[in-house]
């Protein structure tokens, strides 16, 4: 049947591949497809689609809750995004050294990104209650009255940028390999020169740290979008669409009001900023240091 040897293992190799090729394109380019034709309709599940062009993308320049979910995922984003990054390095920067059960502490700083979504959202909620949360509790043995957090359209979103620093443990174990993988031999001769502890972190550990940090940064964006879950559980969306991120509006147009295809265009309108944001990004990274690389 094969006439060579090779040819038979290329089949082979084929065949191997098959299963996640189905999985790819059933689970992954033919929902993407979906959705951008489903942008174009107007589709609300009991009743059969009926194209409607690009009224769908009109609609969304002339709504309002469309702006609002906007910004108010920017202003998640500008929040969570830096204080991730800063506290990740941190953690890093502390995990780093040879202390004693080192490997424990590592893990305990990791175990909360694993953490299920939900119970997370949970918990942070009952730390966020205004008269028996533990957050408020702490600052009042300091006389220093709580806000309502969640109950506040000033404080809910900073609410959720603070718990979004729960997660960083996955962030930290990058930038803790980053860390690791920062040549001796640049610190032994930053000390030569008589560099302190903070000049050798300036001069040394941040500029061969800025491909890790370039890494994280547009990971942390990108997913930083798409937060639902906090918003979803903590808030609803409120108070006053306070903390209406945009997944949540969205999921809100296609299973609470069965508008797919209006949903299918707000998808397509977060990869166009996303996309166009990461590209921004990229042409932005002059500042990454890539060692052994021409400049």
Do not use: C
């Amino acid at each position: 049947m094969f006439r060579t040897r090779s040819s038979r293992r290329n089949v082979e190799g084929y065949l191997f591949l098959l299963p996640w090729l189905i999985g790819l394109v059933a689970f992954r380019l033919a929902p993407i497809v979906a959705s951008a034709i489903l942008s174009l309709m107007s589709w609300d599940i009991l009743r059969p689609p009926h194209f409607i062009g690009l009224k769908n993308y009109g609609d969304l320049l002339h709504d309002p809750l469309f702006w609002t979910s906007l910004g108010n995922t920017l202003y998640f984003v500008a929040g969570s995004v830096p204080l991730v990054l800063i506290l990740a390095l941190s953690a890093a920067l502390l995990l780093n050294r040879p202390l004693p059960g080192i490997g424990i502490l590592r893990t305990v700083f990791y175990l909360p990104s694993v953490t299920t979504g939900v119970a997370v959202a949970l918990l942070w909620t009952w730390m966020f209650e205004p008269q028996y949360g533990i957050i408020d509790t702490v600052l009042g043995w300091f006389h220093i009255p709580g806000p309502p957090w969640l109950g506040s359209t000033t404080w809910a979103m900073p609410a959720i940028i603070l718990m979004s620093a729960w997660g960083l443990g996955g962030t930290m174990v990058i930038f803790l390999a980053g860390l690791q993988g920062v040549p001796r031999h640049l610190y032994e001769a930053a000390a030569l020169d008589g560099a302190n502890a903070w000049r050798r972190f300036w001069n040394v550990t941040l500029p061969m740290l800025t491909p890790v940090i370039f890494f994280n940064l547009i990971i942390g964006v990108i997913n930083s979008f798409q937060v639902f879950t906090q918003a979803y559980v903590m808030t609803g969306g409120g108070p006053a669409n306070a903390t209406l991120v945009y997944i949540l509006y969205l999921y809100q147009q296609g299973f609470s009001f069965l508008h797919m295809g209006y949903a299918s265009a707000l998808a397509w309108i977060l990869f166009v900023i996303v996309l166009g944001l990461t590209a921004i990004i990229f042409r932005q990274s002059g500042w990454v240091y890539y060692e052994g690389a021409g400049r």
